[in-house]
């Protein structure tokens, strides 16, 4: 369990993160997402006590991670993947911060197996592709066998071999039961692989909601139906919202696809159109709109 509260760090007169306060918690995979600049790498830097804040504090499974007695076994992070010497072998990166960390050597070879780089553990980390650096990097955060994890944009520039992968090993991770916080600015890549969402939008918190809850909020769907009337009755029995739409459709929010579709069932109502309206991207950028630190302007 991750919290946060009032959290406030500054970087001369710029506020990367203004009062923010919120829980993570374990058994799920909560993705962290903001626009650019929106504070998210700051935050995860004041967990890891990387950057002490100006004001309020971050605990992590109760005590502030300077506190921490064995800080690799309570907390993994993967922050920059290219934090590493160039020169050295895979294996001989990992050995050396696990003999720095009391962390015995058998455990190095069992985590080069987890991110699959058993076959290239002997050569040097300077030659590796992007996606064998992050498995690397997740190599050092999986290293003390913490039950919390910190990914920082895992699936930056990474083929979708290696993003899958990453999804599966993070809701992996989670299902094990431990805390996983995982950064993206991108809603798309969040939709596929939390179960819970804290957005932050220039320091601040937007919204914190589980991602069923967000899909739900975030869409429209424009249905019609041969009783629209009796239909209506029914989408507002089961929790939706409906209004009137163009040439006698029926607007409903608070409700998916497919719980319209279910009304429509339950009610013996033919539907003749069923199209959901707007994308978790569009509802994300609705949500954070006003946070952008640099928008395009239409020209
Ligand atoms: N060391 C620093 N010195 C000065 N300003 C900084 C520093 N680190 C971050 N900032 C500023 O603080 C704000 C938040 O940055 P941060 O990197 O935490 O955002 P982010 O959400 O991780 O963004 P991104 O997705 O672009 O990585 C930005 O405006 C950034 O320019």
Redesign the pocket.
Same mark, same amino acid.
């Given at each position: 369990m991750i919290e946060i509260t009032d959290l406030t760090k500054r970087?001369?007169n %710029?506020t #990367?993160v203004d009062g923010l306060s919120f829980n993570v918690h374990p058994g799920r995979v909560t993705g962290f997402l903001?626009p650019?600049? #929106?504070? %998210? =790498?700051?935050?995860m830097r004041a967990i890891l006590g990387l950057d002490r804040p100006h004001a309020g504090s971050v605990t992590v499974n109760g005590r502030a991670y300077v506190g921490l007695p064995r800080p690799m076994r309570e907390v993994g992070a993967l922050l920059d993947a290219r934090a590493v010497h160039p020169r050295r072998t895979a294996r001989n990166h990992l050995l050396c911060i696990a003999q720095t960390n009391g962390i015995p050597a058998k455990r190095v070879d069992e985590v080069l197996q987890v991110v699959g780089l058993e076959s290239v553990a002997r050569k040097r980390a300077g030659g590796f592709s992007l996606g064998m650096g992050q498995r690397l990097g997740i190599a050092v955060a999986l290293l003390g066998d913490p039950k919390v994890l910190l990914f920082d944009?895992p699936v930056n520039g990474l083929d979708p071999e290696g993003i899958k992968w990453i999804r599966e090993l993070m809701r992996g991770l989670a299902a094990e039961g431990r805390t996983v916080l995982v =950064?993206s600015?991108l809603m798309s890549e969040m939709a596929q692989t939390a179960d819970h969402l804290i957005v932050i939008g220039k320091?601040k918190l937007i919204a914190d909601i589980g991602i069923s809850e967000f899909i739900r909020q975030g869409s429209n769907v424009l249905v019609r139906a041969d009783d629209q009337e009796r239909l209506a009755a029914k989408l507002t029995e089961a929790g939706g919202t409906v209004l009137p739409g163009a040439d006698g459709a029926l607007i409903v929010t608070g409700l998916e696809a497919r719980q319209v579709g279910k009304a429509a069932l339950d009610a013996e109502v033919v539907l003749t159109e069923l199209t959901p309206q707007r994308s978790l991207e569009q509802a994300y950028m609705d949500l954070t709109r006003d946070s952008i630190?640099f928008q395009a302007s239409a020209a």
């Amino acid at each position: 369990m991750i919290e946060i509260t009032d959290l406030t760090k500054r970087y001369g007169n %710029k506020t #990367a993160v203004d009062g923010l306060s919120f829980n993570v918690h374990p058994g799920r995979v909560t993705g962290f997402l903001g626009p650019n600049g #929106a504070g %998210k =790498s700051t935050t995860m830097r004041a967990i890891l006590g990387l950057d002490r804040p100006h004001a309020g504090s971050v605990t992590v499974n109760g005590r502030a991670y300077v506190g921490l007695p064995r800080p690799m076994r309570e907390v993994g992070a993967l922050l920059d993947a290219r934090a590493v010497h160039p020169r050295r072998t895979a294996r001989n990166h990992l050995l050396c911060i696990a003999q720095t960390n009391g962390i015995p050597a058998k455990r190095v070879d069992e985590v080069l197996q987890v991110v699959g780089l058993e076959s290239v553990a002997r050569k040097r980390a300077g030659g590796f592709s992007l996606g064998m650096g992050q498995r690397l990097g997740i190599a050092v955060a999986l290293l003390g066998d913490p039950k919390v994890l910190l990914f920082d944009e895992p699936v930056n520039g990474l083929d979708p071999e290696g993003i899958k992968w990453i999804r599966e090993l993070m809701r992996g991770l989670a299902a094990e039961g431990r805390t996983v916080l995982v =950064s993206s600015h991108l809603m798309s890549e969040m939709a596929q692989t939390a179960d819970h969402l804290i957005v932050i939008g220039k320091g601040k918190l937007i919204a914190d909601i589980g991602i069923s809850e967000f899909i739900r909020q975030g869409s429209n769907v424009l249905v019609r139906a041969d009783d629209q009337e009796r239909l209506a009755a029914k989408l507002t029995e089961a929790g939706g919202t409906v209004l009137p739409g163009a040439d006698g459709a029926l607007i409903v929010t608070g409700l998916e696809a497919r719980q319209v579709g279910k009304a429509a069932l339950d009610a013996e109502v033919v539907l003749t159109e069923l199209t959901p309206q707007r994308s978790l991207e569009q509802a994300y950028m609705d949500l954070t709109r006003d946070s952008i630190e640099f928008q395009a302007s239409a020209a």
